[in-house]
């Protein structure tokens, strides 16, 4: 194997524990009692920009594992694929738009329609993977579920409320918060980075 490839590898490597790391400084949010904010998408989305969608996959592999190793599933893993589906959502249309447009610009725009695909592979991935998955798993309806949430926010009563008041504003806010600390971050960090697998 050739040395950059070795380094490239290890910077992946690198990356999604720092991602593993970042998932375990997570805080509640008052939009979900199922989800909390992380920044673990962070060196994700950085190193998809310095190692392309292939390495985008390859960090968000490894801190899924890690996570899975170092602290096993409470939520019948649904937990773990929302995680993962979310990131891929995320992350690789970013990467793969920044791509084509290696610009500060190009930069913006992926993560801006990261983002839009991130907050609909949400809506329909609770709806009709992750809880129907976990309710059938702990033998929950739909109604326990709305009844968590109305808890926190009491407009919630119904599928559709629940999306409009908890999934896209928890996924709004979340992906939102992620992509400044990248726009602020990506410069003074992706230097280093990039001289760490070129020299």
Same mark, same amino acid.
């Given at each position: ?40 998408? !962070? ?8 190692? +392309?969608?292939? +390495? ?5 592999? /490894?801190? =899924? ?16 694929? &929302?995680?993962?589906?979310?990131? /891929?959502?995320?992350? !690789?249309?970013?990467? !793969? ?12 725009? +992926? ?7 991130? /907050? ?9 993977? =992750? ?9 929950? &309806?739909?109604?326990?579920?709305? +009844?968590?949430?109305?808890? !926190?926010?009491?407009? =919630? ?25 990248? =726009? ?16």
């Amino acid at each position: 194997m050739k040395r950059n490839s070795i380094r490239r590898l290890t910077l992946a490597a690198m990356m999604g524990a720092i991602a593993f790391v970042l998932m375990f400084l997570s805080f509640p949010t008052p939009l979900s009692p199922f989800a909390e904010l992380d920044f673990s998408a !962070l060196p994700e989305l950085i190193g998809g920009f310095i190692l +392309g969608p292939a +390495g985008a996959m390859e960090i968000i592999t /490894v801190k =899924i594992l890690l996570k899975l190793i170092f602290k096993p599933t409470s939520t019948a893993f649904t937990g773990e694929l &929302q995680a993962f589906l979310l990131s /891929v959502a995320y992350v !690789l249309p970013a990467v !793969l738009w920044y791509r084509k447009h290696r610009t500060k610009k190009g930069a913006l725009t +992926g993560i801006v329609i990261g983002t839009i695909v991130t /907050v609909i592979t949400s809506v329909f991935t609770n709806l009709y993977i =992750i809880f129907p998955f976990f309710m059938n798993a702990f033998g929950m &309806q739909w109604d326990a579920i709305i +009844g968590m949430c109305s808890e !926190l926010i009491p407009a =919630i009563n119904s599928k559709l409320t629940m999306v409009l008041y908890s999934i896209i504003p928890f996924n709004l806010l979340s992906r939102a918060l992620t992509s400044v600390l990248t =726009i602020l971050l990506y410069k003074r960090i992706s230097v280093p980075l990039k001289k760490l697998i070129m020299d």
